[in-house]
């Protein structure tokens, strides 16, 4: 017998204790709306870039904020909008984000200046992290039975794994034929649509029991979380800025006809980020014994320490590390090597979304068949096997050659991973800690992002000035570009490989601490009404 799923519709309708919200895939398609938002929304302001700088007259030195606002307030804020939507009713949470991530866009759209570009983007990834885990949560309790929630975590992981492509591409368009602001105004027309429909036609879900916060755990939590994402990109924007510095150094000294060379300075070596990143993870430790002690914690341990979720959320960390740092470099290398257009590198981003969306497919099919191990194990393999393809990619290489085969690879293997890894990472959470465990999903991803974009950067920056010393070394002209340009490569290539070893890491990690069968996927957990 299918499992109950306890919901009261908007339209005030009790569906029968024994049998699931009949529009619960209507439900599934309006709340995916929102979930694309929240993944390309990462991504589809970074083609922008540069004509948001120029337009609102932004520093090289402050220009990053136009990201990190967004990544810092949506990484910290995480847990605790996870814990609201259990508390205060996840459809509540889903409008009230949704709603909130309408008006931040909005006012991003119209900012004259820079404070209120920053601000805009804060307010984005504040709503951003109510929005995330109430929508995962809204799919855990409408979606109960084995298979069919296999396919809606398809639907998910094909959004999570390929929304990322999808933003360069709406970027690069939105950008090169209207204006940088629509990047932001695209958003309004989707998440007024999805709140409206929502109204009417996704049930409201909501914890059992005791529903007081955990304040003290969640002051620090989020103070943790965002000093760790805030660290970490700091180190990731210094090795950046770093290499920009020495190579406009050399390419002056070249220009004079000297061969001195100035290797840029590791972006480790910035202490103010290793007090944030040290002062973060202290927050999380206090967090954690803050948790231990609390009889209503923001997160209970359990959701952590249960070997299966506790594999995925570590899979999820690398996953994210490795996924984030190839789009990043891989967007370079077709815009700064092969000189292609905003547009251009947004339709050679597309393969991996297509390879997201087959594996999704199939992936949805095959968990309740063979369970969530296999899948993550071959997701990881592949998705690093398509990292490393790229890895061999050069200064010339056509993009039929290399770029598309890698991306299908990588985009088929984060089809397989996403899929079991949503499914597994909520696997007997409860009625209580759906969105907690939702929240805890999105976060190891965004904290894995920051990291893996701050370790890949700076791995690649001690490559190209490697690279630079010893062509120089070996007679090559200083004043020769081509130097530049292979050099460039070699750093993109290098972030390429190391991605794949956190990807090959990751699948490891699945296949020693996931023990979850197919029989373990049935979920025969209920959702209390709301009154």
């Known amino acids: 017998m299918t499992d109950p ?6 339209d005030g309708a009790q569906p029968p204790a024994d049998e699931p919200y009949e529009r619960r895939w209507l439900a599934l398609g309006i709340i995916s709306m929102t979930v694309l938002l929240v ?53 509540r949470a889903y409008l009230a984000g949704a709603a909130g991530f309408a008006l931040a866009s909005a006012l991003g759209g119209v900012a004259q200046n820079e404070a209120m570009l920053f601000g805009a983007r804060a307010l984005q990834g504040v709503f951003a992290a109510l929005l995330a885990p109430a929508s995962l949560a809204l799919i855990t309790v409408l979606f109960t039975e084995p298979k069919e929630r296999a396919k809606a975590f398809g639907v998910y992981g094909a959004l999570a794994g390929g929304g990322a492509a999808i933003g360069l591409l709406m970027g690069g368009i939105l950008t090169e034929y209207a204006d940088w602001r629509w990047c932001f105004w695209v958003n309004l027309p989707i998440a007024l649509l999805a709140i409206v429909l929502a109204i009417r036609f996704v049930p409201e879900s909501k914890a059992p029991g005791d529903t007081s916060y955990d304040i003290p755990g969640a002051v620090l939590i989020t103070a943790g979380l965002a000093s760790i994402v805030y660290g970490f990109t700091r180190v990731a924007e210094a090795a950046q800025a770093n290499s920009a510095e020495a190579r406009a150094a050399n390419q002056a000294a070249q220009a004079q006809g000297s061969t001195t060379l100035v290797s840029p300075e590791s972006g480790w070596a910035d202490g103010l980020a290793w007090v944030f990143i040290v002062g973060g993870v202290v927050l999380v430790a206090l967090f954690v014994a803050t948790e231990l002690r609390t009889r209503n914690p923001l997160l209970p341990m359990r959701i952590v320490l249960d070997r299966n979720r506790g594999g995925a959320y570590l899979t999820s960390t690398l996953v994210g590390a490795g996924l984030i740092g190839a789009f990043f470099f891989l967007s370079l290398y077709f815009q700064q090597v092969l000189d292609y257009s905003p547009v251009q590198a947004g339709l050679a981003s597309l393969p991996t979304t297509l390879g997201v969306f087959i594996a999704a497919g199939a992936a949805s099919v095959l968990v309740p068949k063979i369970g969530p191990r296999p899948l993550m194990i071959a997701g990881g393999l592949f998705a690093a096997a398509g990292l490393f393809t790229l890895s061999f990619v050069g200064v010339d290489t056509g993009f039929w050659q290399l770029p598309f085969p890698g991306e299908l690879l990588l985009g088929l293997g984060l089809g397989f991973t996403f899929v079991p890894l949503s499914n597994l990472a909520l696997i007997g959470a409860g009625p209580r800690d759906a969105g907690a465990a939702s929240a805890m999903l999105n976060a190891t991803q965004q904290v894995g992002a920051s990291i893996g974009t701050a370790v890949l950067a700076s791995l690649s920056v001690a490559a190209i000035s490697s690279y630079t010393a010893d062509a120089l070394t070996s007679g090559g002209d200083p004043r020769d570009p081509a130097i530049g340009l292979e050099a460039q490569v070699e750093g993109y290539t ?10 090959v890491i990751g699948a490891l990690v699945s296949a020693f601490l996931v023990k979850a069968t197919k029989e373990d996927l049935p979920a025969d957990d209920a959702v209390v009404p709301v009154a």
Not at 55 to 69: E, G, K, N
Not at 494 to 503: G, N, R, Y
């Open 39 to 91: 993944v390309l929304d990462a991504t589809i302001v970074n083609i922008a870039l540069p004509a948001v700088t120029t337009d609102l007259d932004i520093s090289t030195a402050s220009q990053q904020w136009i990201v990190t606002a967004y990544t810092l307030t949506f990484g910290g804020f995480l847990l605790l909008g996870g814990r609201i939507a259990d508390f205060w009713g996840r459809k």
């Open 5 to 10: 799923v306890h919901t009261t519709a908007a």
């Open 494 to 503: 290098t972030a390429f490989t190391w991605a794949s070893v956190l990807l």
